[in-house]
């Protein structure tokens, strides 16, 4: 079997439970999570430049080797974002499935940053309890103090 045949092998055959796991933890490592699955699979259509992608068992041999060749070398969701599918044409379904990736993205920085208090009065007055705490503690601490010495 030559290379032009075995390019066409890997072509028309479906990937392998080792390569979709392999893919899986690409995507833990990179911060997915099980719920991810939309997102994951969006990504992976948008870099293999797919119309869509139902299921990574969709995959065939070659496309998962090369996406996992691209996912081994990105670090973190930064560099994926920036991942060669960027470059597609904006009317494309990869670059659609792209667009819709980042819009999943931007509304889990704003599930996370809806977490910690934006204004800076609710930071002071938050900070403002946490003093108040410390030094309630502090002041029945030194009380206790006088008390045991008191009662010497």
């Given at each position: 079997m030559n290379v032009e045949e075995w390019s066409a092998e890997l072509a028309v055959r479906p990937a392998?439970?080792?390569?979709?796991?392999?893919?899986?933890?690409?995507?833990?490592?990179?911060?997915?999570?099980?719920?991810?699955?939309?997102?994951?699979?969006a990504t992976c259509a948008a870099l293999l430049g797919l119309d869509g992608l139902a299921t990574m068992t969709?995959?065939?041999?070659?496309?998962?080797g090369?996406?996992?060749r691209m996912l081994a070398g990105i670090r973190t969701r930064?560099?994926?974002?920036?991942?060669?599918?960027?470059?597609?044409?904006?009317?494309?379904?990869g670059a659609r499935a792209?667009?819709?990736?980042?819009?999943?993205?931007?509304?889990?920085?704003?599930?996370?940053?809806?977490?910690?208090?934006?204004?800076?009065k609710t930071k002071t007055r938050l900070l403002a309890q946490l003093v108040s705490r410390y030094l309630a503690a502090e002041l029945a601490a030194?009380?206790?103090?006088?008390?045991?010495?008191?009662a010497r």
């Amino acid at each position: 079997m030559n290379v032009e045949e075995w390019s066409a092998e890997l072509a028309v055959r479906p990937a392998t439970d080792n390569q979709v796991g392999c893919l899986h933890r690409h995507f833990e490592r990179l911060g997915y999570r099980r719920a991810d699955r939309d997102a994951r699979l969006a990504t992976c259509a948008a870099l293999l430049g797919l119309d869509g992608l139902a299921t990574m068992t969709d995959l065939r041999q070659g496309q998962a080797g090369q996406l996992a060749r691209m996912l081994a070398g990105i670090r973190t969701r930064a560099q994926l974002a920036a991942a060669p599918g960027a470059q597609l044409p904006p009317d494309s379904p990869g670059a659609r499935a792209r667009a819709m990736f980042a819009r999943w993205e931007e509304a889990e920085a704003r599930k996370e940053a809806a977490r910690w208090p934006a204004s800076a009065k609710t930071k002071t007055r938050l900070l403002a309890q946490l003093v108040s705490r410390y030094l309630a503690a502090e002041l029945a601490a030194r009380q206790r103090q006088e008390g045991t010495r008191d009662a010497r």
